[in-house]
């Protein structure tokens, strides 16, 4: 299973930008997909995931009402459409797959698999 994370680069604040998360191998198993962030000098969070299926999707607090989440099971791809972009959003962002929904789906221990990253730089 390889999850390849796409589509980041330099966006001025109150920009948009929309990262997408391509996964090849899926396992059959997976749940869904998720993103975390990790900026400079912060610890990684929870910013939004959706379920395969239902297409449920989770949110952070902080990220409600800008970040919207996306699935095409066609292409196996998830997307991250963000809004309002702030020099706080500033991070690398990861997808992951989602491999129980037991665990909370804000705990990256509910996840397996991981893409390697894409920058997202929101200038001032």
């Known amino acids: 299973v390889q999850l390849q994370a796409f589509g980041g680069g330099f966006v001025p604040a109150g920009g948009s930008l929309t990262v997408s998360c391509a996964i090849s191998?899926?396992?059959?198993?997976?749940?869904?997909m998720g993103w975390f962030r990790q900026g400079p000098g912060k610890e990684r969070e929870f910013v939004a995931a959706?379920?395969?299926?239902?297409?449920?999707?989770y949110y952070a607090d902080s990220m409600k009402g800008r970040f919207t989440i996306s699935r095409d099971n066609a292409k196996n791809t998830v997307y991250l459409q963000m809004n309002s972009l702030k020099p706080g959003d500033t991070a690398l962002y990861y997808c992951?797959?989602?491999?129980?929904?037991?665990?909370?789906?804000?705990?990256?221990?509910?996840?397996?698999?991981w893409g390697q990253g894409t920058l997202v730089t929101v200038s001032s």
């Open positions: 959706i379920e395969w299926t239902a297409g449920t999707t």
């Open positions: 992951a797959s989602i491999k129980t929904i037991v665990l909370p789906i804000t705990s990256p221990e509910a996840y397996d698999y």
């Open positions: 191998g899926r396992a059959f198993s997976s749940y869904g």
